[in-house]
């Protein structure tokens, strides 16, 4: 293995996927995803097909008892409801972590990720952690972070691997351009924090991507209970 990618089934972790087969082969790429106790297993369903499509090696690891004591909207045992708008309408109301902030999730996610890395000799981990319209919904997400992480990361695996997070000065519709040019099948994925048959279009995540794809030019191809014009 050369690249580990932390793989959630969604836009980011997608063309991070993309850009890492397209570096690399599909032989010489992990991806993992982690099951956290969601309310639903779409993202898990999309991570399936996503790796067969790329015909890549696949791993999924439970950590769900970790946060079992977390009250992030979420999570299937959370009695918060997952909130509708975008994440400068939610931050505006607030000014703790948005009530989707999973504990350190990306810290988590990235220690775990580091050991497997090790365990298979595998020297990059990618992960897409971007901006958002706020710059400040999730702060495990921020540059500042990324900073940290990858250099404790890469002192603590002695030297041997190196965290590779090529979002995070970007935001979701320049990540689409890119995917677009890398034929990521976005058809595929899943963001919606809701695990009906469509994505709501209503939560954050749904908003953000739509909006993306419109300022691309095109229409998300995935199907919404609600879509929004571009703008708005």
Same mark, same amino acid.
């Given at each position: 293995?050369?690249?580990?990618?932390?793989?959630?089934?969604?836009?980011?972790?997608?063309?991070?996927?993309?850009?890492?087969?397209?570096?690399?082969?599909?032989?010489?790429?992990?991806?993992?995803?982690?099951?956290?106790?969601?309310?639903?297993?779409?993202?898990?369903?999309?991570?399936?097909?996503?790796? %067969?499509?790329? %015909?890549?090696?696949?791993?999924?690891?439970?950590?769900?008892?970790?946060?079992?004591?977390?009250?992030?909207?979420?999570?299937?045992?959370? %009695?918060?409801?997952?909130?509708?708008?975008?994440?400068?309408?939610?931050?505006?109301?607030?000014?703790?972590?948005?009530?989707?902030?999973?504990?350190?999730?990306?810290?988590?996610?990235?220690?775990?990720?580091?050991?497997?890395?090790?365990?298979? %000799?595998? $020297?990059?981990?990618?992960?897409?952690?971007?901006?958002?319209?706020? $710059?400040?919904?999730?702060?495990?997400?921020?540059?500042?972070?990324?900073?940290?992480?990858?250099?404790?990361?890469?002192?603590?695996?002695?030297?041997?691997?190196?965290?590779?997070?090529?979002?995070?000065?970007?935001?979701?519709?320049?990540?689409?351009?890119?995917? =677009?040019?890398?034929?990521?099948?976005?058809? =595929?994925?899943?963001?919606?924090?809701?695990?009906?048959?469509?994505?709501?279009?209503?939560?954050?995540?749904?908003?953000?991507?739509?909006?993306?794809?419109?300022?691309?030019?095109?229409?998300?191809?995935?199907?919404?209970?609600?879509?929004?014009?571009?703008?708005?």
């Amino acid at each position: 293995m050369k690249a580990i990618v932390l793989f959630s089934g969604g836009v980011d972790s997608t063309t991070c996927l993309a850009l890492a087969v397209d570096r690399f082969t599909n032989k010489e790429v992990l991806a993992l995803s982690l099951y956290y106790g969601q309310k639903h297993d779409k993202e898990l369903q999309a991570s399936k097909a996503i790796a %067969n499509y790329y %015909n890549i090696e696949h791993k999924i690891l439970d950590l769900k008892e970790i946060f079992e004591g977390s009250s992030c909207s979420l999570l299937k045992d959370s %009695n918060l409801e997952i909130p509708i708008g975008s994440y400068k309408q939610q931050l505006e109301k607030t000014t703790s972590p948005l009530s989707t902030y999973v504990p350190y999730r990306n810290g988590l996610f990235l220690s775990v990720a580091t050991s497997i890395a090790l365990s298979y %000799n595998a $020297s990059y981990i990618y992960y897409g952690a971007h901006q958002d319209e706020t $710059s400040s919904a999730y702060p495990d997400t921020s540059k500042e972070f990324n900073q940290a992480i990858s250099k404790a990361i890469y002192l603590g695996s002695g030297k041997q691997v190196e965290v590779i997070a090529p979002f995070v000065s970007q935001t979701k519709d320049q990540i689409v351009k890119k995917g =677009l040019e890398l034929k990521v099948p976005y058809q =595929l994925t899943w963001s919606c924090y809701q695990g009906k048959n469509k994505a709501c279009g209503k939560c954050a995540t749904c908003i953000d991507r739509q909006k993306a794809f419109l300022k691309n030019g095109i229409k998300d191809p995935i199907e919404y209970e609600v879509r929004i014009d571009e703008g708005k």
